[in-house]
Every structure is written in structure tokens, then in C-alpha cells.
């Protein structure tokens, strides 16, 4: 602290200009092609590179997916790397539908062992790069521009010589990157990439991907997007090109230089799942189609178990993808915080409404939930973990637990009631409560004080009584009728008024419940003040006198027992 500030070390971006741009008016409309390049990028930037079993995991996991652009390793720099890429076309493992590409430097010697580890691929692609940018010309490789310039042609016929000679019937795809593409001078790009188009002569059926790496990411994203919205508008062969961008998110903003990058002209987007990749990462694939899906946009690509696909991910990078992770993290559906809680649970109820009035199911209504930009359950995620319970938490968030682990669909004012004994016991452990432990503190407060056997079967004529069932009418006749209208004499010599009696869990204005177990909650009026019971049995009317008697216990009615059972 207190340090001189190292702000004057640094100096502002030089955008590219670009005032009459189109692509903010433009909206994505189609998924671009995609590569995946976990298997290089990816792989070159780990602690402990992918042993050949977690390369295959990935590869696998990759086509699954259904990526069928996918770059497996750079075969000169390991032995591990070649041997896997040899493992791939020799034990015939590439889908018919994916194509694999290599990565290999502008160098004589290195670009004829990566064309040799190609032999016998029926497709593949040789991906050349060398960096342009003026710091790299001139720190890392003491070169002019036309030296620069010359590494990439060159490189680009020794790999069509070594080719020729190596990969007959194979069909070759190339793709040249001019690496450090957002810090190079755009006409410079543009000579080395139209040079190198000279020798690989695109046309028709013989297409060239160029790759614009944002190599270190360096500025926002609109100014990537003009750059890249420029070459769109300058480059030769514009049919036969295929203008693809390598992000990286050195600036956080990986994703979104992607998007607007696409606005402008990009078709062809390489990533890494969940943003591995060199420094802050390469731009997260799952991000960037998942995005798509919420926008209404067929990525292409299976995201229907995010949790399998980062359960491979993890163990193939031996790394973990972060709770907060946009679609994946483990909490990125989950609400601890009451408000939230409550529209979700709101969300819900109304979604619920709304297919029945449409006579769809839920999944095939569209998706507009409070604080869920997804339907988790899209992703194979499940709604269990989308409301979880801390000090934080308020009456909707409970009232969810219970009824989306628990199937107890407590009334409002019982919501309220049990909130704050859940508020309580929080506070004081300040941690978070499981779904069991919220359903234990509910048995606690209201079930066990409950006696199990109620008196049923008391003789008499056949009566009719009406207890309010969620605010329609449940008709209950016969004994049962005697036993809950002598309940109600008792209660009354006490001073208690059974106000409203609340049954979920069966259909209103049935006869007699149907399924196993019935919730009946009680709001009475003891004395003035309302205190909420609830019981729980196979039988309604045994419910019933639990939920009452439950009130009463909790009122601090001790002799109700005996109330009860003398009925
Ligand atoms: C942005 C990216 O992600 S690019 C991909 C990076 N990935 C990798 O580098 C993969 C792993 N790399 C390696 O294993 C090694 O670098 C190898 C095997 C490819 C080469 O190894 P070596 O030649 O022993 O070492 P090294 O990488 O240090 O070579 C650097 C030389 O290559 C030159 N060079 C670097 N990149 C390129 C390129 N794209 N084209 C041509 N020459 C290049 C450097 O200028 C330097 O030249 P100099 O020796 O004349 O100064
Ligand atoms: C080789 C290129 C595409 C690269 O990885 C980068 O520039 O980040």
C-alpha cells in the first residue's frame, strides 16, 4: 500500500476506424462453425498435460457434443501429443462428420513431421500460424514485416510440398493464423493473410480458414468487433474464406468480443469448454452456445447434461470449474436469498397454471421464470437445487422446500409461521439447512406434537360437515362428520375457533382422499391469537384432528389430548 501507481506503465488500445459499422444493428441468428480446441490450447496450458486416457475422455466427450471441428494437439511437441494424434487415425476413431486439425509453427523441419503424423486421415486440417504483431517482430523473432510476412509463405508451401508427398487421398483442409492478430497493424494482417491466399489459392471446394486470435486479449470487445467487421469488408476471396476468431479472455470479456465479433462478419469461433486455455483461458464454449439456446439460436451442439460434461471436463483438465460458472458452476441455479426465492417459487406456481389453462405440459411452455435465464432441467440439471436455505432465506424458499422435496404445499400463512422458526434456527447456525433438516424443523415445530391416534367411528346418524380445503369446499360425512363435529364442541367449551382448515395433497371436492398421505393445516384462533397446526395421515379426518390438536399443543393447550380422545 501506498505504493507509486504503475498506471502511467500502461498506454490506451489503438482501435482500428471504423465509423461506419453495420454490426450493431445486426442480431446472431445461426450458430457459427465451431472448433473445439481443447486438445491444444486447452491441453498446452495445463499443470500436467492430458495423459493419452484423459485425451481420449475429451475427444470422446468433444463428439458426443457433436463439435465436428476439433483440434487435437500440436503431434511436434510431445511424443504424448503425436502418438495420440497417431492413436486417432489408426485405431479409426474420428467420426466420418468431424474433422481433426493440427497445430504446428512456420517451421521447415517441424511443419514435415506434422504433415507425417497425418498420413493415412481420410480429412484433416494443417492449422500454420506465426505471430505478426510489431512486439513479436521485433522482440521475439528480429524480423521486418516482409520477413514476417515471407515465415508464413513459406510456411504455407512447405506444408503443401510435405503434403503432397504424404497425404494423398486425404483431404486436406488449411488454416493459417496470424497470431496476435488484435495487436498487429490491420493492413499487415491483411498483406500476410492475402500472401498466403497467393499460395493455398482458395476456391470453390478448396476453401482457407483464416483464425483472427485475440492471442492476448487487450480491449473491449466492440473494438475487436470493427476489426473484425474491417477484414470482413477487405479480404480477397471473401466467398472462400472461412473468417474464423480465436478469443482468449485475458480482460474478462472473451465472450462478449466473441458475440459482437460475430455481429461483424466471424464464422467459425474456436474455444475451450468452461474457458480452459491459456492465462485467464481461451472464450468458454459452453458460454457462447448456451448463450445462443436463451436467445432462441440452435447451437448444434448437446448441452443436455452440463453435469456430465463437467464432471469430464474437470477430470480431464485435474481442474475445477467454478461454482459461479454461467450454466455449469454448481450454484449458477440456485437462490439463498428470500426474494429471489420468492419469485422463483411464484415462477413455478404460474408456469404450473399456465400449461394446465394451455393443456401442454410445463417443458413445452416457453420459458420466462424470475432470476432463471434457463430451464435448468434443459441443461439435465435438476429444480431440487434451484432454492437452497440459509439465514438469508424467506417464506417463499421454504414454502419450496418443502414442496418441491417434501410434496407439503403449505398455505400462506403457515408459510409465514414456519419461515420464522426456520429464521431462528438459522441465525443461529449460520450455515445453510439442508432439505432434510428443513423437513426435520418442520415435524419438529408441528408434526410431533401431534398424537398419532385420533378417535374415529363415534356412532350417530350420518352428518354432514364442511371443512375448507385451500378455499374450496371438502364435504365429509358419516362418523368421521360426528368425530370432527365433537372435536368442535370440545374446542369450543375451551375457547378455540377453528377458523380454516387447509388440505393439500389430494384433489379438492373429492369424497375421500385417494393416494397415501394427506396434509391438513389448521389455523385456529386460541385465545385471540392464531397459531397454525398441521397433521399428517393417510386419513383425512385423523389429519384433521391432528392439525387441530397440533395448534393446540403448540398454543400451550395441554389437556387437548384428553379433549380428543373423549370425543
Ligand atoms: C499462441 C499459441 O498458443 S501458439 C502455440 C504454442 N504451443 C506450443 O508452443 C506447443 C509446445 N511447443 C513446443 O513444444 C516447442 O516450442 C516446439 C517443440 C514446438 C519447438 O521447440 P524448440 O524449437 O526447441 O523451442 P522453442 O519453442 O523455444 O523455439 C522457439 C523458436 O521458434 C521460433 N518460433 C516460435 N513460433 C514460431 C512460429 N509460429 N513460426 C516460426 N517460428 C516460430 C522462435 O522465434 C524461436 O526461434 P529462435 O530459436 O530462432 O529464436
Ligand atoms: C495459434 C493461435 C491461434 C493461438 O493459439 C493464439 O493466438 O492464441
Known amino acids: 500500500m501506498g505504493a507509486t501507481p504503475s498506471v502511467q506503465r500502461y498506454s490506451a488500445f489503438t482501435p482500428v476506424r471504423l465509423p461506419d459499422r453495420t454490426w450493431p444493428d445486426r442480431t446472431i441468428e445461426a450458430a457459427p462453425r465451431w472448433l473445439s480446441t481443447d486438445l491444444r490450447d486447452g491441453n498446452q496450458s495445463l499443470v500436467n498435460p492430458m495423459s493419452p486416457a484423459r485425451k481420449l475422455a475429451m475427444f470422446e466427450l468433444l463428439v458426443r457434443m457433436g463439435y465436428k471441428e476439433i483440434e487435437v494437439g500440436f503431434p511436434v511437441a510431445s511424443q504424448d501429443d503425436h502418438d495420440f494424434v497417431r492413436m486417432l487415425i489408426e485405431e479409426d476413431r474420428i467420426p466420418d462428420d468431424v474433422r481433426i486439425s493440427v497445430l504446428v509453427q512456420a517451421r521447415d523441419e517441424l511443419i514435415r513431421r506434422t504433415v507425417e503424423s497425418l498420413a493415412g486421415a481420410p480429412r484433416a486440417t494443417i492449422h500454420l500460424y506465426n505471430a505478426t504483431a510489431p512486439l513479436f517482430r521485433r522482440v521475439v523473432f528480429g524480423m521486418t514485416r516482409e520477413e514476417c510476412k515471407d515465415l508464413a509463405v513459406e510456411g504455407t508451401r512447405l506444408m503443401m510440398k510435405y503434403a503432397e508427398a504424404t497425404l494423398a487421398g486425404c483431404d486436406l483442409g488449411f488454416q493459417y493464423s496470424p497470431e496476435l492478430f488484435n495487436e498487429t497493424e490491420p493492413e499487415f494482417a491483411l498483406e500476410v493473410c492475402e500472401a498466403v491466399m497467393d499460395v493455398w489459392q482458395p476456391e470453390p471446394g478448396r476453401e482457407i480458414i483464416l483464425n483472427f486470435p485475440t492471442t492476448v486479449e487487450r480491449s473491449l470487445p466492440h473494438v475487436f468487433a470493427d476489426q473484425i467487421e474491417w477484414l470482413d469488408r477487405n479480404l480477397s476471396h471473401r466467398e472462400n474464406v472461412c473468417l474464423s476468431i480465436h478469443p482468449h479472455n485475458d480482460r474478462g470479456t472473451g465472450v462478449a468480443a466473441s458475440e459482437l465479433a460475430l455481429l461483424a462478419g466471424a464464422q467459425r469461433i474456436e474455444g475451450c469448454l468452461f474457458g480452459n ?152 447456525s449460520g450455515g445453510e439447512i439442508t432439505p432434510s433438516e428443513v423437513r426435520a424443523m418442520f415435524d419438529d415445530e408441528y408434526l410431533s406434537r401431534t398424537e398419532p391416534t385420533v378417535p374415529l367411528g363415534i356412532g ?44 393439500t395433497g389430494v384433489e379438492t371436492g373429492a369424497e375421500e382422499p385417494a393416494g397415501a398421505e394427506v396434509a391438513v393445516y389448521a389455523e385456529c384462533s386460541i385465545e385471540g391469537r392464531t397459531v397454525w397446526g398441521a397433521g399428517l395421515d393417510a386419513d383425512v379426518v385423523a389429519a384433521s384432528f391432528a392439525a387441530v390438536r397440533s395448534a393446540l399443543a403448540r398454543a400451550g393447550q395441554s389437556s387437548v389430548r384428553e379433549i380428543a380422545l373423549a370425543g
Not at 464432471?311 to 449458477?332: F, I, K, S, W
Not at 371438502?474 to 387447509?502: E, K, S, Y
Open 277 to 428: 486455455g491459456e492465462r485467464a483461458g481461451n472464450v468458454c464454449l459452453v458460454t457462447l452456445g448456451l448463450n445462443m439456446l436463451t436467445h432462441g439460436v440452435d447451437p448444434k451442439i448437446d448441452f443436455s447434461d452440463i453435469t456430465e460434461i463437467r464432471r469430464t471436463v474437470e477430470y480431464c483438465n485435474e481442474m475445477q470449474v467454478a461454482p459461479r460458472h454461467p450454466y455449469g458452476g454448481d450454484l449458477v441455479y440456485t437462490a439463498f436469498s428470500g426474494s429471489h426465492q420468492d419469485a422463483i417459487k411464484k415462477g413455478f406456481d404460474a408456469l404450473a397454471v399456465e400449461a394446465a389453462e394451455a393443456g401442454v405440459e410445463i417443458d413445452d411452455m416457453p420459458w420466462r421464470m424470475p432470476y432463471l435465464p434457463i430451464d435448468p432441467k434443459d441443461v439435465g440439471r435438476t429444480y431440487e437445487a434451484v432454492v437452497r436455505i440459509n439465514s438469508q432465506s424467506g417464506k417463499g424458499g421454504v414454502a419450496y422446500i418443502l414442496s418441491a422435496w417434501h410434496g407439503l404445499n403449505l398455505p400462506k400463512g403457515l408459510q409465514a409461521d414456519f419461515a420464522q422458526v426456520v429464521q431462528g434456527r438459522a441465525d443461529g
Open 460 to 503: 350417530g346418524r350420518p352428518i354432514a360437515t364442511t371443512l375448507y380445503v385451500d378455499g374450496a369446499r371438502f364435504r365429509v360425512t358419516g362418523a368421521r362428520a360426528d368425530a370432527i363435529r365433537t372435536l368442535g364442541a370440545r374446542l369450543a367449551v375451551w375457547n378455540v375457533d377453528v377458523q380454516v382448515v387447509h388440505r
